[in-house]
Nanobody
Framework: ETQLVESGGGSVQTGGSLILSCVASGFASDDYAVAWFRRAPGKERERIACISRRHGPIYYVDSINGRFTISRDYAKNQVWLNMDNLKPEDTAIYYC???????????????????WGQGIQVTVST
């Protein structure tokens, strides 16, 4: 059974930083993409960053580009999301997710039946 476990969330003030971690287990190989999603209060879940399979490209949504960095350690089966210059609008529950086998950082449909972490709260105050 595949599993993803997030850690590292919490509360910070505007302009602060946090590092989220996502540790994977149960995957047959390291050939899978990993994305970070978030769901802000009253809003739909959105994918904000994705790191492709096989050392492929990285993608960011415009609202976090330049402030957040996704990275990966294949040996540790771990993915991080470094979040700098946090803003109140970054307040959300953050999830890491891996899509179904063979899917990459394309349309999010492949993530619906993929593997999801439990979610972790990030709160940014003014």
């Amino acid at each position: 059974e595949t599993q993803l476990v997030e850690s590292g969330g919490g509360s910070v003030q505007t302009g602060g930083s946090l590092i989220l971690s996502c540790v994977a287990s149960g995957f047959a190989s390291d050939d899978y993409a990993v994305a970070w999603f978030r769901r802000a209060p009253g809003k739909e879940r959105e994918r904000i960053a994705c790191i492709s399979r096989r050392h492929g490209p990285i993608y960011y949504v415009d609202s976090i580009n330049g402030r957040f960095t996704i990275s990966r350690d294949y040996a540790k089966n771990q993915v991080w999301l470094n979040m700098d210059n946090l803003k109140p609008e970054d307040t959300a529950i953050y999830y890491c997710a891996a899509p179904i086998a063979g899917w990459d950082c394309g349309p999010t449909a492949g993530y619906r039946l993929g593997t999801w972490g439990q979610g972790i709260q990030v709160t940014v105050s003014t």
